[in-house]
């Protein structure tokens, strides 16, 4: 299986680590975030992984190159410009190849129970061109999906904000928080290059287009224990998340 690890962002929010880091390998317990990331996707059987760099991209080659993590692992290099996930993904399809088979993206700042093969699988018997891991627990934005579970928009519960323009919620709708985690074949990367094209871009910006075509489904997986560590507040908890995640 062939899997994506989504680290070229400038982890803003984590200052000031990423003043002189990148995002990717900021330590939980000791351990790089991307080495975490590495070892479970290897643990579920993943033996293929691209990461992309932009932000103190020489960093993560030298970290990446330093050991032997078991697995098949290519660089996507964006250092010359931050193309953001959805751009990110289309300038890696040729390492990807998702011809062959979907390809699972994988957030850098996210910790885990996640049953990455059980989601890999979901998806690959499905029709749609994207299956996103989503669940029920607290976020301020949350994906909104039909009976059927496929996806129809975002809401900001913030501020009460729904995308894309013009959406109407309703009674037989229902809502879940993204985990970061999603499958993607290669129907979508082509048909997210040709409306959005190769620059940088976010991926929801595909998934909450008027203009897609292919359906995109979301997988509840009950009880999923997540935690994203992109900022301050949930690092600081990350210690004890992870006690959690292993115990």
């Given at each position: ?114 049953s990455l093969r059980t989601l890999v699988e979901k998806h690959e018997a499905s029709h749609d061109v ?118």
């Amino acid at each position: 299986m062939k899997a994506m690890i989504l680290a070229a962002g400038l982890g803003t929010r984590l200052r000031p680590w990423t003043e002189h880091h990148p995002k990717a390998l900021v330590p939980v317990k000791g351990v790089p975030m991307l080495e975490r990331v590495i070892v479970k996707l290897r643990g579920e059987g993943f033996d293929m992984i691209v990461v992309n760099v932009h932000h103190f991209a020489d960093q993560i080659r030298d970290f990446l190159s330093s050991r032997d993590f078991g697995v098949r692992i290519a660089v996507s290099d964006e250092s010359g410009c931050l193309l953001d996930t959805g751009g990110g993904l289309v300038k890696a399809k040729n390492l990807l190849d998702p011809e062959a088979r979907p390809v699972l993206v994988h957030n850098v700042d996210i910790l885990s129970d996640a049953s990455l093969r059980t989601l890999v699988e979901k998806h690959e018997a499905s029709h749609d061109v994207a299956t996103l891991l989503v669940s029920d627990r607290v976020s301020e934005r949350k994906l909104v999906f039909d009976g059927d579970m496929a996806l129809r928009g975002w809401h900001n519960i913030k501020d009460g904000r729904y995308r894309p323009e013009g959406f109407v919620a309703s009674e037989d709708l229902r809502e879940y928080a993204f985990s970061g985690i999603h499958v993607v074949g290669a129907e979508m990367l082509r048909e997210m290059e040709s409306l959005l094209g190769n620059g940088s871009f976010p991926v929801m910006d595909y998934y909450l287009s008027a203009r897609r075509q292919g359906r995109v489904g979301g997988w509840v997986q009950r009880g999923l224990r997540l935690i994203d560590i992109g900022k301050p507040a949930t690092l600081s908890q990350a210690d004890a998340v992870l006690d959690g995640l292993e115990g």
